[in-house]
């Protein structure tokens, strides 16, 4: 069995923050046809004025995706999300008994229990015992659709999420929440960080409101 962490990444490295801020301005100045009075240097603050407005069905004009590996409980809530589409690792379709897993599972380590303590030693241990019995089963025929059944929520999952930048801010606005699962919020905290600096402007208000509590 492999234990590793979760993880949160854009998935264009190269994503032009500057240029997205200009093409937000570009689409909202159509609103209050003011495109003339676009200029170098003028796209922050218009973006921040129409945010503050609360104009935001501007910036559902951009959409970024994001490479998310965490547990399947997270994965859960996230697709719960509707205005964003997904594709997510399948364990339906994902032999684990294969060599192209190394004939194991792989689990995502919670972030609330230190690696030593009772609670996790007794996570880890039943994650195991969930990764035999996932094995046994495929021993006996099973197909790996009807073997899941016993698989743990910790079970790793990937998955890329695609959503506009509107919905980016109200998934970050509930799951940055010291209400959010624990698991959630690490993720989510992460994916808001990098967002807030790769996209200037954009993120700012929503990262002061939830990174602060």
């Not at 004025?49 to 997270?74: C, F, K, M, P, W």
């Not at 698989?151 to 998934?171: C, D, G, V, Y």
């Not at 690490?186 to 602060?212: C, H, N, Y």
């Amino acid at each position: 069995m492999k234990i590793i962490s979760q993880s949160f990444e854009l998935c264009d490295p190269a994503l032009d923050g500057q240029e997205i801020l200009k093409h937000i301005e570009r689409c909202g100045r159509v609103c209050y046809k003011s495109e003339e009075m676009a200029a170098p240097g003028t796209s922050e603050d218009f973006v921040r004025r129409i945010i503050r407005r609360g104009h935001e069905s501007v910036l559902e004009h951009v959409s970024v995706s994001a490479r998310i590996v965490t547990d399947r409980g997270v994965t859960h809530e996230i697709v719960r999300h509707r205005l964003a589409s997904y594709s997510q690792e399948s364990t339906r379709y994902c032999n684990y008994d294969s060599g192209r897993f190394g004939r194991q599972i792989t689990v995502i380590r919670p972030c609330y229990w230190p690696p030593e303590s009772r609670a996790a030693i007794c996570w880890e241990a039943a994650c195991r015992q969930a990764e035999e019995a996932y094995f046994e089963l495929r021993g006996w025929g099973c197909a790996p659709q009807e073997a899941r059944a016993v698989l743990p929520n910790s079970l790793k999952a990937e998955l890329i999420m695609t959503a506009n930048l509107r919905e980016w801010r109200h998934f970050f606005r509930l799951r940055c929440s010291p209400a959010a699962h624990p698991q959630m919020r690490e993720l989510a905290t992460r994916g808001l960080e990098l967002m807030r600096a790769k996209i200037p402007v954009v993120f700012d208000d929503v990262a002061e409101e939830v990174l602060s509590k």
